[in-house]
């Protein structure tokens, strides 16, 4: 079995994938031939960098190190880590990190050398923004939106950009798919964006600001101030705003899946997306999610799924999206117009 598929490193593997990732692992599992155990270590590899950086009760002294030398750890055999706090969900994954290791080692060199790279930038990005936390007293919040546009670049970003070369090293999409930096970062953007303003409350809660204080600081002397009793307006101003920059990101969405080619490809770019347009309709302008979660209803959820399957109908449902929340824009705000001219650009690219 050491040379076929039920490996027991392997098996660990997939068992930490759907362990570790409602909504990546199903779409990660219809990848053709060796990209789905690619993808797969390459999201177990990340997933594993991240437990790291969402740790907050790993010292700074000790979490920098941690990030910025991840990379080098995926090329020692039986390297592990056993000091996640308690509470960090994904812990058993770094507690048995060797089986990601001998996998990682087994692959070929240009899906290891893209691997490598995208974590040890991404390991730099977040211990640099880790840095300023520690050093802000854990007031710290992403401050500007280039700021913001930076953190979600290293943390979703180059997924994206990852992602597009090891397509094309896999010989299943154009090798001209991984100089596609804008349009991968911008596939990152939309989810990681989209990520952030519906877990605002959760977040907030745990002491961890995502949203940039160029935006709330406008209505609120501090972020958790949208949720209080009396800032029902300002909160869904501001909450607005976060969805207009999450939405800039759409047409750049469409110009990338235009470009794939292979099948399962497509559709395991394709469903994230949609997912997200619909979460973003969902949280734009509901107090709820001031207060919660709020997730899609699993019957929409699978009506986006089947209809995903290519360009055009991944377009109209991106275009329906766009109009619901331009129908639930109100005149009374600042980013009224904004919404107005975003729906109408994505209207205009379908
Ligand atoms: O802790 C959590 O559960 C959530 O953590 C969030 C955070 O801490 O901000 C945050 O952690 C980010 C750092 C680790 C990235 C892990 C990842 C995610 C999806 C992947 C999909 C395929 C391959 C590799 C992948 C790697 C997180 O998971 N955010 C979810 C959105 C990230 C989207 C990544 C991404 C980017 C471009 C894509 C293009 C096409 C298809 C999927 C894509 C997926
Ligand atoms: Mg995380
Ligand atoms: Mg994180």
């Not at 027991?8 to 692992?25: E, G, I, N, Q, V």
């Not at 592990?80 to 087994?106: C, H, I, M, W, Y």
């Not at 930076?150 to 994206?160: D, E, N, T």
């Not at 619901?324 to 690219?349: C, M, T, Y």
């Amino acid at each position: 079995p050491e040379s076929g598929w039920d490996r027991p490193t392997m098996k660990r593997c997939w068992h930490y994938l759907d362990a570790t990732s409602r909504s990546f692992a199903a779409v990660i599992h219809e990848l053709d031939g060796d990209l789905s155990r690619v993808v797969a270590l390459f999201y177990l590899v990340l997933r594993a960098l991240d437990t790291i950086e969402d740790d907050m009760t790993i010292p700074i002294e000790k979490k920098a190190p941690l990030l910025e030398d991840f990379y080098k750890h995926l090329e020692e055999d039986g390297w592990n880590f056993q000091e996640s706090g308690p509470n960090e969900k994904d812990r058993a994954l770094l507690q048995e990190f060797e089986v990601v290791v001998t996998e990682f080692k087994r692959l070929d060199e240009g899906y290891r050398t893209a691997i490598a790279d995208i974590t040890k930038k991404m390991g730099a990005g977040m211990s640099r923004y880790a840095k300023m936390h520690a050093a802000s007293g854990g007031k710290f919040s992403v401050d500007t939106l280039p700021s913001f546009d930076l953190y979600c670049h290293f943390v979703a970003g180059l997924v994206g950009e990852g992602l597009s070369r090891l397509f094309s090293a896999s010989g299943k999409e154009s090798k001209h798919l991984g100089d596609q930096l804008t349009l991968s970062n911008s596939m990152g953007l939309l989810l990681q964006k989209t990520n952030i303003l519906r877990d605002f409350r959760e977040d907030v809660d745990e002491g961890r600001v995502f949203w940039p204080a160029e935006i709330w600081s406008k209505y609120v002397k501090s972020p958790e101030e949208l949720h209080q009793p009396g800032n029902e307006d300002k909160a869904m101003w501001a909450l607005s705003e976060m969805a207009v920059d999450a939405l800039s990101h759409a047409t750049d969405a469409l110009d990338y899946l235009t470009l794939l080619g292979n099948q399962s490809v497509f559709n395991f770019c394709a469903i994230p997306q949609v997912m997200a347009m619909a979460t973003l309709e969902a949280c734009f302008l509901n107090p709820a999610v001031m207060h919660r979660n709020v997730k899609i209803r699993k019957g929409e959820a699978v009506g986006l799924i089947i209809g995903a399957t290519n360009p055009r109908d991944v377009a109209y449902t991106f275009r329906d999206y766009a109009r619901k929340i331009h129908a639930k824009a109100r005149s009374n705000d600042p980013s009224f117009i904004k919404i107005a001219v975003l729906a109408g650009r994505i209207e205009q690219w379908t």
